[in-house]
Antibody, heavy 120, light 107 residues
């Protein structure tokens, strides 16, 4: 079955960087678009970024443009999110989600999430 | 950006009752690209409905979605205690945005 396992979260000071990883299994990773979605403590869901199956199309939510970078390694079945210049408002659980073949996709499967806490 | 507004904010009903959750979009949702998710405390969201009305794999037929354009509805017939959760709508036809959620309480 589909499994998405995030890692790399933790406590980080404002202005520092962090890289999240998502290990995928149970499906042909290289065929699907992948997204990151976040949820601040006690708040709703917010889409963060998407990467197409081959990495040729990438889009970001406005508040993270220029600071976050999504990438993937299809040979390792792994999705990444490099987060630079972190701000306290980036504090959230970050979920790796699997879309469908096309990039305009709902989120079919979700990982368990990894918590990022930005605090001095 | 398409803004999704969900109502009511909280819904409190008894087991066996029917729940109707609303999601209204600030502009028409392309191709009815509208999904619904269920999130229980401490868990990741789970896909319930996509394409406004198609049930995801393994979702009981008590859950149904309807609507088009700017007005969408999630209906849960015959509520069960395990349906207590927060429900989110999401559009994926023009970027990706979520509603603020409806909290379902089971009396």
């Amino acid at each position: 079955q589909v499994q998405l396992v995030e890692s790399g979260g933790g406590v980080v000071q404002p202005g520092r960087s962090l890289r999240l990883s998502c290990a995928a299994s149970g499906f042909t990773f290289s065929n699907y678009g992948m997204h990151w979605v976040r949820q601040a403590p006690g708040k709703g869901l917010e889409w963060v970024a998407v990467i197409s199956f081959d990495g040729s199309d990438i889009y970001y939510e406005d508040s993270v443009k220029g600071r976050f970078s999504i990438s993937r390694d299809n040979s390792k079945n792994t999705l990444y999110l490099l987060m630079d210049s972190l701000r306290p408002e980036d504090t959230a659980v970050y979920y790796c989600t699997k879309g469908v073949v096309v990039i305009a996709s709902y989120f079919q499967h979700w990982g368990q999430g990894t918590l990022v806490s930005v605090s001095s | 950006e398409i803004v999704l507004t969900q109502s009511p904010g909280t819904l409190s009903l008894s087991p066996g009752e029917r729940a109707t959750l609303s999601c209204r979009a600030s502009q028409s949702v392309n191709s009815n690209y509208l999904a619904w998710y269920q999130q229980k405390p401490g868990q990741a969201p789970r896909l319930l409905i996509y394409g406004a009305s198609s049930r995801a794999t393994g979702i009981p037929d008590r859950f149904s979605g309807s609507g088009s354009g700017t007005d969408f509805t999630l209906t849960i017939s015959r509520l069960e205690p395990e349906d207590a959760a927060v429900y989110y709508c999401q559009q994926y036809g023009n970027s990706w945005t979520f509603g603020q959620g409806t909290k379902m309480e089971i009396k």
